[in-house]
Protein backbone atom coordinates (compact mmCIF):
# COMPACT_ATOMS: atom_id res chain seq x y z
CA UNK A 1 0.00 0.00 0.00
CA UNK A 2 1.21 3.64 -0.60
CA UNK A 3 -0.35 6.76 1.20
CA UNK A 4 0.99 10.09 -0.69
CA UNK A 5 -0.10 13.41 0.61
CA UNK A 6 -1.07 15.82 -1.95
CA UNK A 7 -2.41 18.87 0.54
CA UNK A 8 -3.01 19.55 4.34
CA UNK A 9 0.84 18.67 4.45
CA UNK A 10 1.90 21.49 6.46
CA UNK A 11 -0.92 24.01 5.79
CA UNK A 12 -4.76 23.63 7.08
CA UNK A 13 -6.08 23.50 3.71
CA UNK A 14 -6.17 21.86 0.65
CA UNK A 15 -6.61 18.19 2.33
CA UNK A 16 -6.23 15.42 0.05
CA UNK A 17 -4.49 12.15 0.71
CA UNK A 18 -4.42 9.27 -2.23
CA UNK A 19 -4.05 5.86 -0.84
CA UNK A 20 -3.35 3.09 -3.19
CA UNK A 21 -4.20 -0.73 -2.20
CA UNK A 22 -3.12 -3.53 -4.76
CA UNK A 23 -5.56 -2.43 -7.66
CA UNK A 24 -7.82 0.28 -5.84
CA UNK A 25 -6.84 4.07 -5.82
CA UNK A 26 -9.00 6.00 -3.26
CA UNK A 27 -8.69 9.84 -2.96
CA UNK A 28 -9.75 10.80 1.04
CA UNK A 29 -11.13 14.17 0.63
CA UNK A 30 -10.49 16.44 -2.32
CA UNK A 31 -10.19 20.14 -0.82
CA UNK A 32 -9.72 23.61 -2.37
CA UNK A 33 -6.05 25.12 -1.61
CA UNK A 34 -6.91 28.73 0.76
CA UNK A 35 -4.71 31.27 2.21
CA UNK A 36 -1.45 32.68 0.91
CA UNK A 37 -1.13 32.78 -2.72
CA UNK A 38 1.89 30.39 -3.13
CA UNK A 39 -1.13 27.54 -1.29
CA UNK A 40 -3.89 29.29 -4.38
CA UNK A 41 -1.87 28.63 -7.31
CA UNK A 42 -1.84 24.58 -5.98
CA UNK A 43 -5.44 24.84 -7.30
CA UNK A 44 -4.19 25.27 -10.78
CA UNK A 45 -1.56 22.46 -11.08
CA UNK A 46 -2.46 20.03 -13.23
CA UNK A 47 -3.75 16.51 -11.08
CA UNK A 48 -0.92 14.23 -10.45
CA UNK A 49 -2.66 11.24 -11.52
CA UNK A 50 -5.12 10.88 -14.31
CA UNK A 51 -8.74 11.50 -12.67
CA UNK A 52 -10.12 8.64 -14.23
CA UNK A 53 -7.73 6.09 -12.69
CA UNK A 54 -9.62 6.56 -9.53
CA UNK A 55 -11.73 4.46 -8.00
CA UNK A 56 -13.67 6.58 -5.08
CA UNK A 57 -13.26 9.56 -3.23
CA UNK A 58 -14.29 9.53 0.38
CA UNK A 59 -15.41 12.64 2.58
CA UNK A 60 -15.05 13.98 6.32
CA UNK A 61 -17.10 17.10 5.76
CA UNK A 62 -18.21 19.40 3.42
CA UNK A 63 -15.75 22.38 4.32
CA UNK A 64 -14.55 23.65 1.10
CA UNK A 65 -11.03 22.96 2.19
CA UNK A 66 -12.04 19.34 2.08
CA UNK A 67 -14.32 19.23 -0.77
CA UNK A 68 -14.22 22.13 -2.76
CA UNK A 69 -12.01 20.64 -5.69
CA UNK A 70 -14.19 17.84 -6.56
CA UNK A 71 -16.24 20.14 -9.15
CA UNK A 72 -12.17 19.86 -11.08
CA UNK A 73 -12.15 16.48 -10.63
CA UNK A 74 -15.51 15.70 -11.79
CA UNK A 75 -14.53 17.80 -15.11
CA UNK A 76 -11.00 16.59 -15.76
CA UNK A 77 -13.28 13.09 -15.83
CA UNK A 78 -13.51 11.47 -12.68
CA UNK A 79 -16.93 9.55 -12.42
CA UNK A 80 -17.05 7.28 -9.62
CA UNK A 81 -19.01 7.83 -6.47
CA UNK A 82 -18.28 10.28 -3.94
CA UNK A 83 -18.77 9.17 -0.69
CA UNK A 84 -19.96 10.40 2.52
CA UNK A 85 -22.50 11.50 5.40
CA UNK A 86 -25.88 12.22 4.32
CA UNK A 87 -25.66 15.42 6.37
CA UNK A 88 -22.13 16.30 4.70
CA UNK A 89 -23.97 15.30 1.36
CA UNK A 90 -26.76 17.70 1.51
CA UNK A 91 -24.18 20.08 2.46
CA UNK A 92 -22.05 19.61 -0.26
CA UNK A 93 -24.97 20.59 -2.09
CA UNK A 94 -24.83 24.09 -0.36
CA UNK A 95 -21.23 24.57 -0.58
CA UNK A 96 -20.09 23.68 -3.81
CA UNK A 97 -22.94 25.62 -5.59
CA UNK A 98 -22.26 28.66 -3.32
CA UNK A 99 -18.45 28.01 -4.06
CA UNK A 100 -18.56 28.01 -7.75
CA UNK A 101 -20.97 31.01 -8.03
CA UNK A 102 -18.36 32.98 -6.25
CA UNK A 103 -16.07 32.04 -8.23
CA UNK A 104 -17.82 32.98 -11.71
CA UNK A 105 -18.74 36.01 -9.66
CA UNK A 106 -15.50 37.45 -8.49
CA UNK A 107 -14.34 36.27 -12.23
CA UNK A 108 -16.52 38.78 -13.36
CA UNK A 109 -15.99 41.44 -11.33
CA UNK A 110 -12.43 41.58 -12.13
CA UNK A 111 -12.88 41.68 -15.77
CA UNK A 112 -15.43 44.36 -15.16
CA UNK A 113 -13.01 46.56 -13.39
CA UNK A 114 -10.21 44.99 -14.85
CA UNK A 115 -7.77 44.50 -11.91
CA UNK A 116 -6.97 41.04 -12.59
CA UNK A 117 -3.64 40.21 -14.30
CA UNK A 118 -5.03 37.23 -16.80
CA UNK A 119 -7.48 38.32 -19.49
CA UNK A 120 -10.05 37.53 -19.54
CA UNK A 121 -10.03 36.22 -15.28
CA UNK A 122 -11.46 33.02 -15.26
CA UNK A 123 -12.94 30.93 -12.34
CA UNK A 124 -11.59 27.65 -11.47
CA UNK A 125 -14.70 25.95 -11.63
CA UNK A 126 -18.08 26.49 -12.50
CA UNK A 127 -22.09 26.12 -11.49
CA UNK A 128 -21.91 23.66 -14.20
CA UNK A 129 -18.70 21.82 -13.07
CA UNK A 130 -20.54 21.85 -9.42
CA UNK A 131 -23.15 20.40 -10.75
CA UNK A 132 -21.72 17.56 -12.38
CA UNK A 133 -19.72 17.04 -9.02
CA UNK A 134 -22.71 16.44 -7.08
CA UNK A 135 -24.55 13.95 -9.34
CA UNK A 136 -21.37 11.60 -7.97
CA UNK A 137 -21.80 11.62 -4.29
CA UNK A 138 -23.46 8.91 -3.02
CA UNK A 139 -24.27 9.42 1.26
CA UNK A 140 -23.64 6.19 3.15
CA UNK A 141 -24.63 6.40 7.07
CA UNK A 142 -22.49 5.81 10.03
CA UNK A 143 -20.64 3.17 10.99
CA UNK A 144 -22.09 1.05 8.33
CA UNK A 145 -19.28 -1.10 6.01
CA UNK A 146 -19.01 0.20 2.88
CA UNK A 147 -17.39 -2.24 0.61
CA UNK A 148 -14.75 -1.11 -2.14
CA UNK A 149 -12.91 -4.16 -3.86
CA UNK A 150 -12.56 -7.62 -2.40
CA UNK A 151 -9.96 -6.47 0.58
CA UNK A 152 -11.04 -2.96 0.69
CA UNK A 153 -13.66 -1.60 2.71
CA UNK A 154 -14.61 1.63 5.05
CA UNK A 155 -16.81 3.04 7.50
CA UNK A 156 -17.71 6.58 8.80
CA UNK A 157 -17.29 7.44 12.49
CA UNK A 158 -18.95 10.74 14.31
CA UNK A 159 -15.99 13.65 14.11
CA UNK A 160 -18.13 16.27 15.80
CA UNK A 161 -16.91 19.32 14.17
CA UNK A 162 -19.96 19.99 11.89
CA UNK A 163 -22.87 18.20 10.73
CA UNK A 164 -21.90 15.21 9.32
CA UNK A 165 -18.31 15.23 9.83
CA UNK A 166 -16.67 11.93 10.13
CA UNK A 167 -13.59 10.08 10.57
CA UNK A 168 -12.71 7.73 7.72
CA UNK A 169 -11.58 4.25 8.68
CA UNK A 170 -10.84 1.82 5.56
CA UNK A 171 -9.46 -1.59 5.95
CA UNK A 172 -7.07 -3.31 3.27
CA UNK A 173 -7.32 -7.00 4.46
CA UNK A 174 -5.97 -7.09 8.07
CA UNK A 175 -4.56 -3.89 7.92
CA UNK A 176 -6.69 -0.82 9.08
CA UNK A 177 -5.61 2.77 8.13
CA UNK A 178 -7.49 5.94 9.80
CA UNK A 179 -8.04 9.74 9.13
CA UNK A 180 -9.67 11.44 11.80
CA UNK A 181 -10.95 14.55 9.30
CA UNK A 182 -10.91 17.76 10.96
CA UNK A 183 -11.99 17.08 15.00
CA UNK A 184 -14.81 18.47 17.03
CA UNK A 185 -14.70 19.71 21.11
CA UNK A 186 -16.40 16.83 23.32
CA UNK A 187 -18.24 19.34 24.88
CA UNK A 188 -19.44 21.67 21.79
CA UNK A 189 -23.32 22.59 22.55
CA UNK A 190 -24.39 21.60 18.82
CA UNK A 191 -22.81 19.07 17.34
CA UNK A 192 -22.33 15.32 18.90
CA UNK A 193 -18.80 14.04 20.31
CA UNK A 194 -15.89 12.84 17.94
CA UNK A 195 -15.55 9.07 17.96
CA UNK A 196 -12.18 7.42 17.79
CA UNK A 197 -12.08 4.23 16.06
CA UNK A 198 -10.92 0.99 18.08
CA UNK A 199 -7.69 0.55 16.69
CA UNK A 200 -5.82 1.74 13.55
CA UNK A 201 -2.68 0.19 11.86
CA UNK A 202 -1.78 3.62 10.67
CA UNK A 203 -3.53 7.12 11.92
CA UNK A 204 -3.50 10.34 9.71
CA UNK A 205 -4.56 13.12 13.04
CA UNK A 206 -5.34 16.78 12.49
CA UNK A 207 -3.63 19.38 14.10
CA UNK A 208 -5.16 22.77 13.57
CA UNK A 209 -4.75 24.04 17.19
CA UNK A 210 -1.62 21.16 18.20
CA UNK A 211 0.30 23.76 19.66
CA UNK A 212 -2.33 25.39 21.88
CA UNK A 213 -5.33 24.91 24.12
CA UNK A 214 -8.49 26.54 24.03
CA UNK A 215 -9.22 29.23 26.44
CA UNK A 216 -11.68 28.22 29.41
CA UNK A 217 -14.02 31.06 28.54
CA UNK A 218 -17.56 31.00 27.89
CA UNK A 219 -18.60 31.98 24.44
CA UNK A 220 -21.55 33.53 25.96
CA UNK A 221 -20.07 35.82 28.10
CA UNK A 222 -17.33 36.60 25.28
CA UNK A 223 -20.08 37.71 23.05
CA UNK A 224 -22.12 39.57 25.52
CA UNK A 225 -19.06 41.41 26.83
CA UNK A 226 -18.07 42.33 23.11
CA UNK A 227 -21.94 43.22 21.88
CA UNK A 228 -22.28 45.78 24.55
CA UNK A 229 -19.36 47.61 24.63
CA UNK A 230 -19.66 48.21 20.49
CA UNK A 231 -23.51 49.30 21.56
CA UNK A 232 -22.47 51.27 24.09
CA UNK A 233 -20.55 53.66 21.67
CA UNK A 234 -23.57 53.14 18.74
CA UNK A 235 -21.21 50.76 17.04
CA UNK A 236 -21.55 48.15 14.50
CA UNK A 237 -20.65 44.47 14.54
CA UNK A 238 -19.25 42.70 11.58
CA UNK A 239 -19.10 39.77 11.85
CA UNK A 240 -16.81 37.52 9.21
CA UNK A 241 -18.43 34.25 10.06
CA UNK A 242 -18.41 30.48 8.61
CA UNK A 243 -21.56 29.44 6.99
CA UNK A 244 -21.63 26.08 8.52
CA UNK A 245 -21.19 25.30 11.95
CA UNK A 246 -19.95 28.62 12.74
CA UNK A 247 -23.01 30.84 12.13
CA UNK A 248 -25.08 28.44 13.79
CA UNK A 249 -23.62 28.39 17.33
CA UNK A 250 -23.54 32.17 16.80
CA UNK A 251 -27.31 32.36 16.34
CA UNK A 252 -27.59 29.90 19.46
CA UNK A 253 -25.88 32.35 21.86
CA UNK A 254 -27.30 35.46 20.23
CA UNK A 255 -30.89 33.37 21.18
CA UNK A 256 -29.74 32.59 24.48
CA UNK A 257 -28.48 36.46 24.93
CA UNK A 258 -31.51 38.10 24.03
CA UNK A 259 -33.69 35.99 25.75
CA UNK A 260 -31.94 36.28 29.44
CA UNK A 261 -32.02 39.76 28.39
CA UNK A 262 -27.55 39.95 28.05
CA UNK A 263 -28.04 41.92 25.05
CA UNK A 264 -29.86 44.61 23.70
CA UNK A 265 -32.99 44.18 20.95
CA UNK A 266 -30.82 45.39 17.99
CA UNK A 267 -31.34 43.94 14.22
CA UNK A 268 -29.04 41.09 13.84
CA UNK A 269 -28.46 40.07 10.19
CA UNK A 270 -27.29 36.65 8.73
CA UNK A 271 -26.06 37.83 5.34
CA UNK A 272 -25.42 34.93 3.63
CA UNK A 273 -27.45 32.78 1.49
CA UNK A 274 -25.57 29.90 1.85
CA UNK A 275 -25.45 30.24 5.49
CA UNK A 276 -29.41 30.54 5.45
CA UNK A 277 -29.57 27.45 3.91
CA UNK A 278 -27.48 25.20 5.97
CA UNK A 279 -29.11 26.06 9.20
CA UNK A 280 -32.11 24.81 7.53
CA UNK A 281 -30.69 21.29 7.32
CA UNK A 282 -30.57 21.29 11.13
CA UNK A 283 -34.14 20.12 11.02
CA UNK A 284 -33.30 17.08 8.25
CA UNK A 285 -30.28 16.22 10.40
CA UNK A 286 -31.61 15.91 14.37
CA UNK A 287 -29.99 12.73 15.05
CA UNK A 288 -26.56 14.85 14.19
CA UNK A 289 -26.72 17.51 16.59
CA UNK A 290 -27.31 17.60 20.27
CA UNK A 291 -29.96 20.63 19.54
CA UNK A 292 -33.75 20.19 20.31
CA UNK A 293 -36.65 21.24 17.97
CA UNK A 294 -37.21 24.32 19.82
CA UNK A 295 -33.62 25.43 19.83
CA UNK A 296 -33.47 25.20 16.54
CA UNK A 297 -36.72 27.12 15.66
CA UNK A 298 -34.88 30.04 18.10
CA UNK A 299 -31.62 29.45 15.79
CA UNK A 300 -33.87 30.18 13.25
CA UNK A 301 -35.51 33.46 14.32
CA UNK A 302 -32.38 35.02 16.20
CA UNK A 303 -31.70 37.37 12.85
CA UNK A 304 -32.88 38.74 9.74
CA UNK A 305 -32.37 36.15 6.73
CA UNK A 306 -30.79 38.23 3.95
CA UNK A 307 -31.40 36.39 1.44
CA UNK A 308 -31.39 38.83 -2.24
CA UNK A 309 -29.21 40.88 -2.96
CA UNK A 310 -31.66 43.83 -2.65
CA UNK A 311 -31.56 42.82 0.95
CA UNK A 312 -28.13 42.37 1.46
CA UNK A 313 -27.66 46.45 0.07
CA UNK A 314 -30.62 47.51 1.91
CA UNK A 315 -28.40 46.30 5.56
CA UNK A 316 -25.58 49.02 4.06
CA UNK A 317 -28.32 51.44 4.48
CA UNK A 318 -29.12 51.52 8.50
CA UNK A 319 -26.66 53.10 11.24
CA UNK A 320 -25.72 51.30 14.07
CA UNK A 321 -26.20 49.81 16.44
CA UNK A 322 -26.32 46.49 14.55
CA UNK A 323 -25.00 43.02 14.22
CA UNK A 324 -23.94 41.82 10.43
CA UNK A 325 -22.97 38.38 9.91
CA UNK A 326 -21.68 37.37 6.30
CA UNK A 327 -19.63 34.68 5.10
CA UNK A 328 -16.74 34.20 4.41
CA UNK A 329 -15.01 32.94 7.61
CA UNK A 330 -11.55 34.32 6.74
CA UNK A 331 -12.94 37.08 4.72
CA UNK A 332 -11.75 35.87 1.72
CA UNK A 333 -15.16 36.51 -0.36
CA UNK A 334 -18.35 36.61 -0.26
CA UNK A 335 -20.64 39.79 1.27
CA UNK A 336 -18.76 40.57 4.21
CA UNK A 337 -16.25 42.28 1.66
CA UNK A 338 -18.89 44.68 1.42
CA UNK A 339 -19.73 45.46 4.80
CA UNK A 340 -15.98 45.39 5.63
CA UNK A 341 -15.25 48.36 3.02
CA UNK A 342 -18.39 49.86 4.84
CA UNK A 343 -17.51 49.75 8.23
CA UNK A 344 -13.69 48.67 8.91
CA UNK A 345 -12.64 52.70 8.67
CA UNK A 346 -15.14 53.62 11.97
CA UNK A 347 -13.51 53.37 15.22
CA UNK A 348 -17.38 53.05 16.62
CA UNK A 349 -17.43 49.52 15.23
CA UNK A 350 -16.12 45.92 15.87
CA UNK A 351 -15.11 43.33 13.45
CA UNK A 352 -15.51 40.36 14.91
CA UNK A 353 -13.24 37.02 14.65
CA UNK A 354 -14.82 34.01 15.72
CA UNK A 355 -12.73 31.02 13.93
CA UNK A 356 -9.22 30.09 12.53
CA UNK A 357 -7.80 32.52 10.22
CA UNK A 358 -5.08 30.95 7.81
CA UNK A 359 -2.39 32.85 7.10
CA UNK A 360 -2.26 35.33 4.09
CA UNK A 361 -6.48 35.44 4.00
CA UNK A 362 -7.53 38.46 4.96
CA UNK A 363 -8.70 37.88 8.49
CA UNK A 364 -5.09 36.78 9.34
CA UNK A 365 -4.48 40.49 8.48
CA UNK A 366 -7.03 41.49 10.79
CA UNK A 367 -6.17 39.15 13.50
CA UNK A 368 -2.46 40.69 13.53
CA UNK A 369 -3.79 44.54 13.26
CA UNK A 370 -2.91 45.77 10.04
CA UNK A 371 -3.42 48.98 9.43
CA UNK A 372 -4.78 48.71 6.00
CA UNK A 373 -6.60 45.65 3.76
CA UNK A 374 -7.35 45.40 0.42
CA UNK A 375 -10.84 44.67 -1.17
CA UNK A 376 -11.91 44.74 -4.52
CA UNK A 377 -8.32 46.27 -5.66
CA UNK A 378 -8.19 49.37 -3.23
CA UNK A 379 -7.18 49.71 0.34
CA UNK A 380 -9.28 50.48 3.62
CA UNK A 381 -7.96 51.75 6.81
CA UNK A 382 -8.85 49.74 9.87
CA UNK A 383 -10.20 51.68 12.94
CA UNK A 384 -12.62 49.68 14.11
CA UNK A 385 -12.15 47.28 17.11
CA UNK A 386 -10.66 43.94 16.17
CA UNK A 387 -12.49 41.48 18.45
CA UNK A 388 -11.28 37.97 18.39
CA UNK A 389 -13.55 35.34 20.14
CA UNK A 390 -11.61 32.26 21.12
CA UNK A 391 -13.60 30.12 22.60
CA UNK A 392 -15.74 29.44 19.78
CA UNK A 393 -13.73 26.80 17.94
CA UNK A 394 -15.01 23.50 16.02
CA UNK A 395 -11.39 21.91 16.58
CA UNK A 396 -10.24 20.21 19.00
CA UNK A 397 -6.87 22.12 21.05
CA UNK A 398 -4.02 19.22 21.60
CA UNK A 399 -5.82 18.39 25.04
CA UNK A 400 -8.82 17.41 23.23
CA UNK A 401 -6.79 15.63 20.01
CA UNK A 402 -4.69 14.03 22.83
CA UNK A 403 -7.73 12.42 25.22
CA UNK A 404 -9.23 11.08 21.02
CA UNK A 405 -6.09 9.58 20.48
CA UNK A 406 -5.96 7.57 23.63
CA UNK A 407 -9.27 6.65 23.19
CA UNK A 408 -7.89 4.09 20.91
CA UNK A 409 -7.23 0.15 22.60
CA UNK A 410 -3.85 0.14 20.04
CA UNK A 411 -0.95 2.39 19.38
CA UNK A 412 -0.77 2.58 15.40
CA UNK A 413 2.29 1.52 13.99
CA UNK A 414 2.71 4.80 12.70
CA UNK A 415 0.74 8.36 13.17
CA UNK A 416 0.83 11.01 10.43
CA UNK A 417 -0.05 14.61 11.75
CA UNK A 418 -1.59 16.85 8.84
CA UNK A 419 -3.88 19.84 8.29
CA UNK A 420 -1.63 21.99 10.75
CA UNK A 421 0.72 25.05 10.11
CA UNK A 422 4.27 23.78 10.51
CA UNK A 423 4.34 24.95 14.58
CA UNK A 424 1.13 23.21 15.09
CA UNK A 425 1.66 20.16 13.40
CA UNK A 426 5.07 20.03 15.00
CA UNK A 427 3.98 20.81 18.37
CA UNK A 428 1.17 17.81 18.59
CA UNK A 429 4.00 15.42 16.93
CA UNK A 430 6.11 16.25 20.00
CA UNK A 431 3.45 15.54 22.30
CA UNK A 432 2.11 12.71 21.24
CA UNK A 433 5.73 11.02 21.16
CA UNK A 434 6.03 12.42 24.74
CA UNK A 435 2.87 11.50 26.10
CA UNK A 436 1.30 8.86 23.73
CA UNK A 437 4.75 7.07 23.03
CA UNK A 438 4.29 6.60 19.09
CA UNK A 439 6.17 6.70 16.24
CA UNK A 440 4.73 9.90 14.90
CA UNK A 441 5.80 11.99 11.54
CA UNK A 442 4.80 15.37 9.92
CA UNK A 443 4.60 14.74 6.37
CA UNK A 444 5.77 17.07 3.49
CA UNK A 445 3.59 18.30 0.27
CA UNK A 446 3.61 15.59 -2.48
CA UNK A 447 5.75 12.60 0.13
CA UNK A 448 4.61 9.10 0.01
CA UNK A 449 4.72 6.39 2.46
CA UNK A 450 4.77 2.63 1.86
CA UNK A 451 2.64 0.70 4.35
CA UNK A 452 2.70 -2.99 5.40
CA UNK A 453 -0.24 -5.24 4.63
CA UNK A 454 0.63 -7.16 7.36
CA UNK A 455 1.35 -4.51 9.83
CA UNK A 456 4.23 -5.27 12.77
CA UNK A 457 3.02 -3.31 15.68
CA UNK A 458 6.11 -2.30 17.81
CA UNK A 459 4.31 -1.82 20.83
CA UNK A 460 1.50 -4.13 22.39
CA UNK A 461 -2.28 -3.40 22.28
CA UNK A 462 -3.11 -2.22 25.31
CA UNK A 463 -4.91 0.84 26.01
CA UNK A 464 -3.45 4.29 25.61
CA UNK A 465 -1.61 6.15 28.18
CA UNK A 466 -4.32 9.04 29.03
CA UNK A 467 -2.65 11.23 31.57
CA UNK A 468 -2.31 15.06 31.63
CA UNK A 469 0.50 15.69 28.65
CA UNK A 470 3.60 18.27 29.78
CA UNK A 471 3.72 21.69 28.18
CA UNK A 472 5.36 20.82 24.97
CA UNK A 473 8.87 22.77 24.13
CA UNK A 474 8.83 25.70 22.52
CA UNK A 475 8.33 26.11 19.01
CA UNK A 476 11.61 25.27 17.22
CA UNK A 477 13.08 22.99 20.14
CA UNK A 478 14.90 20.15 19.68
CA UNK A 479 12.00 17.16 20.11
Not at 21 to 40: E, M, P, S, Y
Request: aromatic share 8%.
Amino acid sequence: MKLTFLGAAQTVTGSRYLLEAGDKRVLIDCGLFQGTKNLRLRNWDPLPFPAGSLDAVILTHAHIDHCGYLPVLARSGYRGPVYCTPGTADLCGVMLRDSARLQEEDAAFANRHGFSKHHPALPLYTLEDAEQALRLIAPRPFDEPVALGEQLSFRLLPAGHILGAASVVLCNGHTVIAFSGDLGRPDDPIVRAPSPPVHADYLVVESTYGDRLHDALNPEDELAEMFSRTFARGGIVVMPCFAVGRAQEVLYYIARLKLSGRMANVPVYLDSPMAISVTDLYRRHMSDHRLTVSQVHAIDHAAFMARTVDESKAIAGRSGPMVVIAGSGMATGGRVLHHLSLYASDPRNTIALVGYQAPGTRGAALEAHAPAIKLHGDYVRVRAEISSITSLSAHSDYRETLRWLAGMTCPPVRTFVTHGEPAAADALRRRIVETLHWDCCVPEYGQSFELAEEAVRPYPCTPSPAEEPAPAPAAGAAP
